[in-house]
């Protein structure tokens, strides 16, 4: 078993210049049993998002709560591995979508629905192939795939 991280610090450039309000998808594989989806930012308007271990446990738990069969306890289970990712205007829809199933019976964040709403304006003058994501995760042992 490999400890969650500290904090995961995520940079998001177009061709260098930081790009703000985009939403990114954190995946944290598990031994056997379906990965962890945890969806953080907005960036910021240098281009930076964070990740805490407070808020990873606090979604993994909310995921682990809705679904007991399809997951096992994070904190037990994760392999070391984080696929990080920025989300495209699909995934944002989704997760818009998926919000407005759940949030009578999941914990989201006070301006998760504006936020995603923002990350939809701010994909609007962005070209999504340009974009790149750069990750620092603590501790530098967890392996991170940059998607």
Do not use: W
Not at 111 to 119: C, M, V
């Amino acid at each position: 078993m490999t400890s969650l991280p500290e904090k995961i610090d995520c940079f998001v450039a177009d061709g260098g210049n930081p790009v703000k309000d985009l939403m990114l998808r954190a995946e944290f594989q598990t031994i056997r049993k379906n990965p962890y989806t945890v969806i953080f930012g907005p960036t910021n308007r240098n281009g930076y998002a964070y990740l805490d271990r407070a808020t990873i446990s606090q979604q993994a738990n909310s995921q682990l709560n809705l679904a007991l069969m399809d997951f096992e306890p994070l904190d037990k289970a994760f392999t070391g591995i984080v696929r990080i990712a920025i989300m495209q205007k699909s995934d944002v829809q989704n997760a818009l979508r998926a919000y407005e199933i759940f949030k009578s019976v999941a914990n989201f964040t006070d301006h998760y629905e504006d936020d995603l709403k923002s990350a939809l304006v701010a994909m609007r003058h962005t070209e999504a192939h340009k974009l790149n994501v750069s990750a620092k995760v603590e501790p530098a042992s967890i392996t991170v795939h940059l998607t």
